[in-house]
C-alpha cells in the first residue's frame, strides 16, 4: 500500500473504500501535520454500523479509518485533515491530540460481559470463548473479558500503521486509553499495543526482542488457540522470552531460563499476554 494525496492506495492502484465523514474540521484551521497514530476500537456491532454512525453528523465524532474484522479497510477522513477521535487528550506534554494525529477505528466490541451460558456483548451476542481475552487494563480495574482482535485484522492494521508511520514520519503510536485515561479504555487489553508499537515505529537497540509475560498464559506448538498446548503451559506470569517471529497476534518465542526444569523450549504465546521486558505491564 501506499498513500496519494492523504488517501491509502491499495497495491493494485486503486484507493481503498472511502465513505465521507462530515464531522470534521473545515478550512485551515483543519489541516494537521500528523504526529502520532492513535488506535481505538470501535465498541460497536460491526464495521457498516460503526462507518454508518461516524459518517452521521449527529454523531459528532470521525476517524480516519475503520478496519473491519477480516482486515477490510474504509476512509472516512484524508490524512491530512483534523477528524474528530480523540477528544480532550495530552500525550508527551502535548494537548489536543485531535490536531496532530490520525485514528484508527478497529471493529470490536470491547468489554464482554459473562454470563450463565458463556460471553456476550453489551448488546447481548455470543463471543466464542476463543475470541475472549481476560485480562485487566493497564490504567487500572480487575480483570474481565475483552474480545479478541482477530488476525487478518491485526494484519491489516499494521500493514496500514506501517504505511502510515514511514510517510508521515509519525513519532509514537497510542492507544485512546494512553492519551485520555480517565475517559477511555480502548483499545484495551486485548490489543498488543507494546509489538504493534515496535512493529511500525521500530525499536533503538539492536538485537532480539525480549517480552514477558503478564499473565499465565498457555505456549503452543503453532500460531493459534487450535494447535496443542506445550508441556510447559501455562506460562507463570513474567516468564522471559525472546520474539523468533510474528504471524498476526501470535509471537514465535524462544524460552529464557527454565519453567518446572525444562529448557530450550520454543512455541507460540498470544501477543494480548506478553509486553516488552521492564514496561512494568501486568494483567
Excluded at 68 to 93: E, I, Y
Excluded at 131 to 158: F, I, K, M
Aim: hydrophobic share 40%.
Amino acid at each position: 500500500m501506499k498513500i496519494r494525496n492523504h488517501r491509502l492506495i491499495r497495491d493494485d492502484g486503486a484507493a481503498v473504500a472511502f465513505v465521507a465523514s462530515p464531522n470534521v474540521t473545515k478550512g485551515n484551521r483543519g489541516r494537521i501535520q500528523p504526529e502520532y497514530l492513535v488506535m481505538h476500537y470501535t465498541a460497536g456491532a460491526s464495521a457498516q454500523s460503526s462507518i454508518n454512525w461516524l459518517t452521521n453528523r449527529e454523531s459528532e465524532a470521525s476517524a480516519h479509518l475503520v478496519i473491519a474484522r477480516d482486515g477490510a479497510v474504509t476512509q472516512l477522513v484524508p490524512f491530512n485533515r483534523k477528524a474528530w477521535h480523540a477528544g480532550p487528550s495530552r500525550w508527551a506534554g502535548r494537548s489536543g491530540l485531535n490536531s496532530i494525529s490520525i485514528g484508527i477505528e478497529l471493529a470490536n466490541a470491547g468489554p464482554l460481559v459473562r454470563r450463565a451460558n458463556g460471553w456476550t456483548t453489551g448488546w447481548g451476542a455470543a463471543v466464542a470463548d476463543e475470541d475472549v481475552v481476560e485480562a485487566a487494563h493497564d490504567n487500572g480495574g480487575s480483570v474481565r473479558g475483552w474480545q479478541a482482535y482477530p488476525t487478518p485484522q491485526l494484519e491489516s492494521a499494521l500493514d496500514v500503521a506501517a504505511v502510515l508511520g514511514r510517510h508521515y514520519r509519525l513519532s509514537d503510536v497510542v492507544g485512546h486509553d494512553d492519551i485520555a485515561p480517565a475517559r477511555k479504555e480502548d483499545p484495551g487489553p486485548a490489543f498488543p499495543k507494546a509489538s504493534f508499537r515496535s512493529a511500525v515505529i521500530g525499536r533503538a537497540e539492536d538485537g532480539p526482542e525480549l517480552i514477558e509475560t503478564t499473565t499465565a498464559v498457555n505456549i503452543r506448538a503453532g500460531p493459534g488457540t487450535g494447535h496443542e498446548k506445550l508441556p510447559v503451559s501455562p506460562l507463570p506470569p513474567a516468564t522471559r522470552l525472546e520474539v523468533v517471529s510474528v504471524q498476526g497476534v501470535w509471537r514465535e518465542v524462544n524460552l529464557i531460563g527454565a519453567v518446572d526444569g525444562e529448557t530450550n523450549v520454543q512455541g507460540w504465546v498470544h501477543g494480548g499476554f506478553v509486553a516488552p521486558v521492564g514496561s512494568g505491564a501486568r494483567s
